[in-house]
């Protein structure tokens, strides 16, 4: 069997995922293919019917398999969940904030940091929902979930930080408060535009671009970013 690759860097976010629950992966070409159409009919799965009501019998009919091929290559529904996240995790999750370097405009990072985010969550829109419902009655989920979270917070925060020290952000701010405070509006506006209202907002279709202005101007005031973006004047 081969051994699983080793995922992330220095500064990696944590795993989603539950590791201990990850086999290695099969040594076959077909064995991964195989492994591979179980993990996107899971998903399928998952998503259509939520994590409680969903069978193994439902994920084998999707994947069109047998039984005894789903238990060649899972335990059961929680091992399957934790590939379904480590296959996924790397599309859906939080992006965060790019380190602001040199002549860089931050307000143009800050930007495309959140079309990078939003862009992510409308593709991924029924597993983040399905996130939210494994939250709720999974601890260990919830703590690792919770994790990640505060990775990208934390890296968020350092630069904030930074554009602090280069005298582009409101030095009275405390990073960490600003970050967790800035990170959360935008977690949950995704959450109630793509998930809970399913591309509305109050009732009303929003294009993208919006959101992406209006939280990145609402990013760049709260800070009190004076440079000027290449684009247009900030706030």
Not at 15 to 23: E, I, N, P
Not at 66 to 74: A, C, E
Not at 150 to 170: E, K, P, T, V, W
Not at 188 to 200: E, H, S, T
Request: some cysteine; glycine content about 6%.
């Amino acid at each position: 069997m081969e051994r699983r690759a080793e995922t992330g860097g220095e500064g990696a976010p944590p795993s989603m995922a539950r590791t201990s629950l990850l086999r290695e992966l099969p040594a076959t070409p077909r064995g991964l293919r195989t492994r591979t159409a179980l993990i996107d009919a899971g998903r399928k799965v998952f998503e259509r019917m939520g994590y409680l009501d969903a069978r193994l019998v439902d994920i084998t009919q999707e994947a069109n398999c047998s039984s005894g091929t789903f238990y060649t290559y899972f335990a059961g529904k929680e091992e399957i969940f934790a590939a379904i996240l480590e296959h996924a995790q790397e599309d859906m999750m939080h992006p965060g904030m790019e380190h602001v370097a040199g002549d860089d405009d931050p307000v143009s990072i800050i930007e495309a940091s959140n079309l990078a985010y939003f862009e992510a969550y409308r593709r991924n829109a029924k597993l983040m929902g399905l996130l939210e419902q494994v939250a709720t009655i999974d601890p260990e989920f919830s703590k690792l979930r919770q994790e990640r979270a505060d990775a990208f917070i934390h890296r968020n925060a350092r630069s904030i930080a930074a554009l602090q020290q280069r005298g582009l952000a409101d030095p009275e701010l405390d990073p960490m408060l600003s970050s967790r405070a800035l990170s959360g509006m935008v977690s949950r506006l995704a959450f109630n535009y793509f998930v809970v209202g399913d591309g509305l907002l109050d009732g009303t279709p929003r294009p993208i671009e919006e959101l992406v202005y209006t939280v990145t101007r609402l990013w760049a005031n709260a800070l009190r970013i004076t440079k000027k973006s290449p684009h247009r004047v900030v706030w």
